[in-house]
């Protein structure tokens, strides 16, 4: 298939592995899903110790149900990535252990209180959310496929971070001040869980074009504060005032100026000292059972 | 045919006879499951990852099983979990015993030496005379019989060359003993008083002779040798001395309830009223 023939069919689920798609459609598609899929991996990564440090069995139950989840979504997008034909799982894998893989900036910060759980498991699933409903409607089926199940189950999880998110803040004015200040500290990164403004996107005219992304950034962001700022508020959090966002014409506009984007832009590279640390506990983690896939690798052949 | 109903026909002897029993069971389902867990993101594959999950969740459930039954005696779950000592956990220490980072062959041999003790350990309860044990036996069966096939399956699969099962031999040396204190008694008094209620139908050491043979048998087969244990490691855990590492197992489990100050939650009620 030509690039044109590509561009004038784009439609919600249009694209399959029996197309012959060109190759430029088949490398941006792998590019956005392993971004997806890593993400999925390093978001386990962030919340697994408090399976352990759960408050009651409920919430341990939980949060090991929510990890488990999480990698259940990477298995599901790597097939995804994989039937493009472009990367294997094992090679998106290495490339996520030895710093080549992207993935979604609030993941490269770390995460060490209990009070930190919901701006992860409310606000950043929350953005999440937001995004994965539109790729249901992306070209490539099995992208828009896997979407189906990770969305029902993302819904739980969101569930989850408000749920501690409530405990907290009807809790002692202690938890309620804990809240506060992880709130004032994730909130920026928050923010910028849809990535750069519009015009400095570099991949989005394409992928639109191709119709893989059906919603630009600054649209997503849009109906992300229209859904959780009220909701923040309504858990008494009170909204920082930088970043300034104002309200114009029933929209928010945050100041982007407000936002770091030299450091964006270094956690988009892996290069800011927590994607350091994330990326080097996964690889050790990935390197420590390297000899079970060695193992097994002959059993196949 | 069980002959005590429930908490309400017990006597203070015979609640501190199931007690004697349950806390063992209910902690050593709750330890090893934070061990699997350690496993969750750090599995070989992504498949391995979701089913050793799988295993931690099912032992979590097993252990809120067991701690409903003492908690239906008048015990709350921040008593039975958050707030109990460390050394007030009757766990045996193949539950609690660390790992080296990658060692996958430590996950599985010690789910097929806990699992097996497990189905034992059941079988000796489907007759127990107080029902809510023996109630309790049939759903907890089926799950660990799937566990055990599972660490079997991976048991044979690192078995296939001479380095893969070089580690499973080197995890059975290092676990074995740990897993014959499964069946440490507890003390004299407490085992008399379990066995003359009929709360256990066996006796721990007619469970470990055929444990010694089950996994003798399964472990030969695969040209794995099963060590020879004499005398128990110092620290077997239960009633006697824990391993160190427990210790730390226990302050990060507890660690967020003590710093949300949850023993104290009337106060901060009171607090979060007057504000």
């Given at each position: 298939m030509e690039l044109h023939e590509c561009k004038t069919r784009?439609?919600?689920?249009?694209?399959?592995?029996h197309d012959d798609l060109p190759r430029e459609y088949r490398e941006a598609a792998t590019r956005m899903i392993q971004f997806h899929a890593n993400s999925e991996i390093m978001g386990a990564y962030l919340e697994r110790p408090f399976i352990r440090q759960s408050p009651s069995l409920d919430r341990k139950l939980a949060f090991s149900a929510k990890v488990q989840d999480e990698i259940g979504h990477g298995q599901l997008l790597y097939r995804a990535a994989e039937s493009l034909g472009i990367k294997t799982r094992e090679e998106m894998l290495d490339e996520l252990a030895n710093g080549e893989g992207k993935f979604l900036n609030c993941f490269h910060y770390p995460m060490t209180e209990w009070w930190e759980t919901p701006m992860i498991a409310f606000f950043v699933d929350g953005a999440a959310m937001r995004r994965q409903a539109t790729i249901k409607r992306t070209s490539w089926e099995p992208y828009a496929h896997a979407m189906d199940k990770i969305c029902f189950e993302e819904g739980f999880h969101i569930k989850h971070g408000e749920h501690i998110m409530r405990e907290l803040a009807t809790g002692s004015r202690r938890e309620q001040q804990l809240l506060q200040d992880a709130f004032e500290e994730w909130w920026p990164r928050i923010l910028q869980f849809f990535g750069p403004t519009d015009d400095e996107s570099t991949h989005h005219d394409f992928a639109a074009e191709v119709g893989l992304k059906t919603m630009s950034n600054d649209e997503l962001r849009q109906a992300f504060l229209n859904a959780y700022l009220p909701k923040a508020t309504e858990y008494g959090l009170e909204i920082p005032d930088e970043p300034r966002i104002r309200e114009e014409d029933g929209r928010y506009v945050v100041e982007e100026d407000d936002l770091n984007w030299e450091e964006f832009w270094a956690v988009a590279n892996n290069e800011y000292a927590g994607s350091h640390e994330q990326i080097g506990s996964r690889a050790r983690a990935h390197d420590a059972v390297a000899w079970v896939r060695g193992t097994i690798a002959g059993e196949s052949a | 045919m069980s002959a005590l109903t429930g908490p309400d026909v017990l006597s203070a002897a015979e609640r501190s006879a199931v007690e004697a029993l349950v806390f063992p069971l209910a902690d050593d389902e709750f330890v090893i499951a934070e061990r699997y867990t350690e496993w969750q993101v750090r599995a070989p594959t992504l498949e391995s990852d979701l089913a050793l999950a799988n295993v931690a969740q099912d032992e979590f459930g097993h252990a809120r099983l067991w701690y409903d039954v003492v908690a239906d005696l008048g015990y709350d779950e921040p008593e039975l979990l958050f707030e109990r000592e460390p050394d007030e956990f009757y766990h045996a220490s193949l539950c609690a015993l660390p790992f080296d980072a990658g060692d996958w062959a430590d996950a599985v041999v010690r789910s097929y030496l806990y699992d097996t003790a497990e189905a034992l350990r059941l079988g000796s309860l489907?007759?127990?005379?107080?029902a809510p044990i023996a109630n309790r036996i049939e759903r907890i069966t089926t799950e660990e019989e799937y566990h055990r096939e599972h660490a079997t399956t991976w048991i044979e699969r690192l078995c296939v060359d001479a380095e893969g099962r070089q580690t499973v031999q080197n995890a059975v040396d290092r676990l074995y003993p740990y897993a014959l204190a499964l069946f440490e008694p507890g003390t004299p008094e407490q085992t008399d008083a379990i066995e003359s209620l009929n709360l256990r139908t066996e006796s721990l050491p007619s469970l470990r002779e055929q444990w010694i043979e089950t996994t003798s048998t399964f472990f030969e087969s695969i040209d794995v040798s099963v060590p020879v244990v004499e005398p128990l490691p110092e620290d077997p855990g239960r009633h006697d001395s824990h391993v160190e590492a427990w210790l730390s197992l226990y302050e990060e489990f507890t660690r967020t309830y003590r710093e949300l100050d949850r023993a104290h939650t009337p106060t901060i009620t009171s607090e979060h009223n007057d504000g």
């Amino acid at each position: 298939m030509e690039l044109h023939e590509c561009k004038t069919r784009a439609g919600p689920r249009e694209f399959g592995p029996h197309d012959d798609l060109p190759r430029e459609y088949r490398e941006a598609a792998t590019r956005m899903i392993q971004f997806h899929a890593n993400s999925e991996i390093m978001g386990a990564y962030l919340e697994r110790p408090f399976i352990r440090q759960s408050p009651s069995l409920d919430r341990k139950l939980a949060f090991s149900a929510k990890v488990q989840d999480e990698i259940g979504h990477g298995q599901l997008l790597y097939r995804a990535a994989e039937s493009l034909g472009i990367k294997t799982r094992e090679e998106m894998l290495d490339e996520l252990a030895n710093g080549e893989g992207k993935f979604l900036n609030c993941f490269h910060y770390p995460m060490t209180e209990w009070w930190e759980t919901p701006m992860i498991a409310f606000f950043v699933d929350g953005a999440a959310m937001r995004r994965q409903a539109t790729i249901k409607r992306t070209s490539w089926e099995p992208y828009a496929h896997a979407m189906d199940k990770i969305c029902f189950e993302e819904g739980f999880h969101i569930k989850h971070g408000e749920h501690i998110m409530r405990e907290l803040a009807t809790g002692s004015r202690r938890e309620q001040q804990l809240l506060q200040d992880a709130f004032e500290e994730w909130w920026p990164r928050i923010l910028q869980f849809f990535g750069p403004t519009d015009d400095e996107s570099t991949h989005h005219d394409f992928a639109a074009e191709v119709g893989l992304k059906t919603m630009s950034n600054d649209e997503l962001r849009q109906a992300f504060l229209n859904a959780y700022l009220p909701k923040a508020t309504e858990y008494g959090l009170e909204i920082p005032d930088e970043p300034r966002i104002r309200e114009e014409d029933g929209r928010y506009v945050v100041e982007e100026d407000d936002l770091n984007w030299e450091e964006f832009w270094a956690v988009a590279n892996n290069e800011y000292a927590g994607s350091h640390e994330q990326i080097g506990s996964r690889a050790r983690a990935h390197d420590a059972v390297a000899w079970v896939r060695g193992t097994i690798a002959g059993e196949s052949a | 045919m069980s002959a005590l109903t429930g908490p309400d026909v017990l006597s203070a002897a015979e609640r501190s006879a199931v007690e004697a029993l349950v806390f063992p069971l209910a902690d050593d389902e709750f330890v090893i499951a934070e061990r699997y867990t350690e496993w969750q993101v750090r599995a070989p594959t992504l498949e391995s990852d979701l089913a050793l999950a799988n295993v931690a969740q099912d032992e979590f459930g097993h252990a809120r099983l067991w701690y409903d039954v003492v908690a239906d005696l008048g015990y709350d779950e921040p008593e039975l979990l958050f707030e109990r000592e460390p050394d007030e956990f009757y766990h045996a220490s193949l539950c609690a015993l660390p790992f080296d980072a990658g060692d996958w062959a430590d996950a599985v041999v010690r789910s097929y030496l806990y699992d097996t003790a497990e189905a034992l350990r059941l079988g000796s309860l489907a007759g127990s005379a107080y029902a809510p044990i023996a109630n309790r036996i049939e759903r907890i069966t089926t799950e660990e019989e799937y566990h055990r096939e599972h660490a079997t399956t991976w048991i044979e699969r690192l078995c296939v060359d001479a380095e893969g099962r070089q580690t499973v031999q080197n995890a059975v040396d290092r676990l074995y003993p740990y897993a014959l204190a499964l069946f440490e008694p507890g003390t004299p008094e407490q085992t008399d008083a379990i066995e003359s209620l009929n709360l256990r139908t066996e006796s721990l050491p007619s469970l470990r002779e055929q444990w010694i043979e089950t996994t003798s048998t399964f472990f030969e087969s695969i040209d794995v040798s099963v060590p020879v244990v004499e005398p128990l490691p110092e620290d077997p855990g239960r009633h006697d001395s824990h391993v160190e590492a427990w210790l730390s197992l226990y302050e990060e489990f507890t660690r967020t309830y003590r710093e949300l100050d949850r023993a104290h939650t009337p106060t901060i009620t009171s607090e979060h009223n007057d504000g």
